[in-house]
Structure formats: C-alpha cells, structure tokens
C-alpha cells in the first residue's frame, strides 16, 4: 500500500517514481534466477517468456515513464500507471524472498 502511494505521490511531482527501477531490479533478479534454472532443466525455450516478463515488462514501462510528461496526465492515467509498477511486485517480491 505504501508503494502504491508513494509511486502516484512522486508521479503527480512529475518524478519518475523511485519504484519502477526497483521493479527493473527485481525483475533482473528473477530473469538470472528463473533463467539459470530453465537452462539447467535444458527448457531453453522458457527463456523467451523469462526475459519477457521479467525484463521487457519493467525496462519498457520504465522507458514510457520517462518519456511521458507525469505531471500532465490525468489522475486516472496516473493511478493505472502506479498500479502497473506496484501489482507486479507481489508476485516478484514473492518469488525472490520465499522461493
């Protein structure tokens, strides 16, 4: 919740939230974990759907933040953008702490 919060209060300052580059990092960390495992298991063709979801989805959202004016965009552009930051991180957050 707190996340959440703090990624739309830094998005209407028209800053790109801190929160996204965390998301990239956990993402990063996810892709050398779930794709050394899927090539010791020889499933390299699950590296597509790894680097995909776990460093595609971040550094493109990333990129968009930057080139996107923050500040200007509607309330509900902002809220969608900093429920697209924070909801991956559960399932991330998950993955590396408890896995």
Avoid: H
Avoid at 19 to 38: H, I, K, Q, S
Avoid at 45 to 57: C, P, S, T
Avoid at 91 to 99: A, E, K, S
């Amino acid at each position: 919740v707190a996340f959440g919060a703090l990624t739309l209060a830094m998005m209407q300052t028209g800053i790109v939230p801190a929160t996204v580059w965390l998301l990239v990092g956990m993402g990063v960390l996810a892709a050398v974990l779930d794709g050394g495992a899927a090539l010791k298991s020889g499933q390299t063709r699950k590296l597509v759907g790894v680097a995909g979801w776990n460093l595609a989805y971040p550094l493109g959202l990333a990129a968009l933040l930057m080139l996107l004016p923050l500040k200007e965009l509607p309330m509900l552009a902002q809220v969608l953008f900093a429920l697209a930051i924070v909801v991956p991180m559960g399932p991330l957050m998950y993955r590396l702490v408890y896995q």
